[in-house]
């Protein structure tokens, strides 16, 4: 009853997408008020629907329903109750339904606090959402349905696949789907601004909050998936260049360049043309990330299915978009009106920089995700693009930008001062260089380019704390004036250099975890004593335990150091019955930012068991820095300007404001 | 500057960043590429010692051998030739004599494939689709690698779960 509730849930939504798509547009060219407002109600209408749906999906994995193939497939009566919830969406058709309720909710709150959004706006917007919601509706409904029955119920599931029973599920997924499906809202508000042929500041504001919003889960649903696979794949690394991580990658770096160039429309009106065409490609990456998970041309452990219809499917709505948005912004984008002009030398110049280097950078990615596939389909022969590929093309642009990151909020609108910021910048500069030299003299020669990343991610991190201290006058002025201008600072200002730091934070986690690294691996007995980067671990024994759906051997290691007991550590090996697969629980051991790292191998016939011991410098820099990238956006959006909702400031006041 | 000139210098700053990436993607392709390939296709193309490429076939049956310090030496078969790998370090949980592996790495002198990495990048089939792929096309693809690996699953499930996509390395 509760799976044919949940279907019915859905069928009545794709309804609602259907009436949602259409009606508001005849609306807007009937300039009815009446008509057009029915995008609101369908919207939330829908949301109600959907919502209803993916709860029943949730109670029926929940109650163990086993006649539902779905939960049969991914769930067992003894999974411990959070990884039955989580399990919903540990599955493709769960996944997808997730996917379009996120979809859902984002359009909800456009209808819901749309208030102040011009009434044709707003309409557009809505439909176009609605386009989108309807054909993943009728995805889901055609070719992945999570409520089919099955005739004979049988009484026990297959078990949801081990890797993804851990909390990890609980996070990372509807992160990265905020993020991923929060780009939608930029694209139709693009799309309508394309439709209704005007674009202006006031667009910009509008979008630039969305963004905002779908950036910072995207930021941290990555960083969480990568810690994720780090601690849970049992060898220690945290980014593998995998087409499924770079498909998520993608529309963060195209994510980011609009962020930025949407900020130069607001301010100066200017780049319109351009933001319009990130929109679009944003959410386009969104959508090809969506295809290259979910339709199985790349096997990982994100690939849950392999039917071919789905991937044609997908492939369809992916053209239908893609080829329909460019085709529109092709034939419309010369109409909107150019404005704001500037010179190359400025915050807009700059700001142009940072979205060249990272569409750039973006495309490379793209061409190592796509160029294995397509060579395999053209010419025949399999290959791999790995990291190799990507730290001689990716890395080096990379740089490029960092280089420039901290520039960027110093130099002044329209027309800048290079010069005067080289100079505010020595600071940060010197300090940079000192910490090559430290670096350098420390490790002895050794790595060269190591020292010199560790450069400049602390030049990146000085330089966001110079443009801080520049704009509270902190050195120049007496304490107490810097401390009330610091107040006054628009919270962006903050944001800006919170999340600018964070990109130095991670760079400096990621070259030392890379670059210093210790690792041992050996066959270890009782009492056996591993020395790796000044610690002692010994093995004190190994005993089995009985989990709830698995049976676990524990290894305990006794960590000191200097002779010092500091901790116990206790990685362990679970096989798990039902699926007859076993999953690999790294123990980690946090010393400041460092991490010790134990994994365990097949035990021999001896007693004795293979280990694998690293020890990581730094390690926890890596996810540290987009978590302070999310804190930036976090504190930018909580800024006045971008409020949802909040009263337009008087123009007087917007005048005076300073322009960051 | 007029207008002109500073949309040229825009477009010129666009093209000298787009030159750059391309330089640096030919660069990389150059190298940093690893192909794939079969104990047949190695047979076949002679490949020279040193070069990196990704083997990928079974795991011949009795063929592992583990000495000492964790290294261990096993053969890689697709039915048409055999190849000797050997390796130190951790096998993957999935690792099994007569199923699916991929292994990157490189050939040394005496024709042993050295390898760094052995990838369980393979769903619960036990079979990497770049091997079943590799298989079909010889024509020694067996529909019951899959069905017995699986131990008797429903055959219908296509939730085929892939597997940690991480390596030991």
Redesign the interface.
Known sequence: MIAESGHYALVLALALALIQSIVPLIGARLRDAALMNVARSTALAQLLFVGASFVALVTLHVNSDFSVANVYENSHSMKPLLYKITGVWGNHEGSMLLWVSILALFGGLVAAFGNNLPLSLRAHVLAVQAWIASAFYLFILITSNPFLRIVNPPIEGRDLNPVLQDIGLAVHPPMLYLGYVGFSISFSFAIAALMEGRIDAAWARWVRPWTLVAWIFLTLGIAMGSYWAYYELGWGGWWFWDPVENASLMPWLAGTALLHSALVMEKRNALKVWTILLSILTFSLSLLGTFLVRSGVITSVHAFATDPTRGVFILLILCLFIGGSLSLFAGRATSLKQGGLFAPISREGALVLNNLLLTVACAVVLFGTLYPLAMEVMADFKMSVGAPFYNLTFVPLFALLLIAVPFGPMLAWKRGDLLGVTQRLLAAGVAGLVAVAIVWGWTSGGATLAPLAIGLGIFVIAGSITDIVERTGLIRLPFATAMHRARGLPRSAWGTAFAHAGLGVALIGIVCETTWNSEYIATMKQNDVAHVAGYDLKLDGLFSRQGPNFREMIAEFNVSRDGETISVMSPSKRSFTTRGSSTTEAALLTRGASQLYISLGDATAEGAIAVRIYHKPLVLMIWWGPVLMAFGGVLSLSDRRLRVGAPKPARARQRLQPAE | ?T?KQ?RM??IG??LA??A??AA??L???R??????STPTMVAEKHVAPGKRF?LGGLVQPGSLQRGD??AVTFEVADGGAKLPVAYK???P??FREGQGVVAEGALDANGVFKADTVLA????TYM???VA??LKKQGHWKDDYGAQAS?G?KPA?????????????
Request: proline fraction near 4%; aromatic fraction near 4%; avoid cysteine.
């Open positions: 500057m207008r500073r210098t825009i700053g666009s960043v787009l750059l990436a640096l993607v660069n990389a392709l190298d940093s590429i690893v192909f794939f990704r310090n964790l370090g951790i096998l949980d999935l990048k393979h769903d619960e990497p689709k770049d792929d590799a131990g699953a499930a296509t939730t085929a779960q892939g597997n940690p996509q991480g390596a030991v390395r």
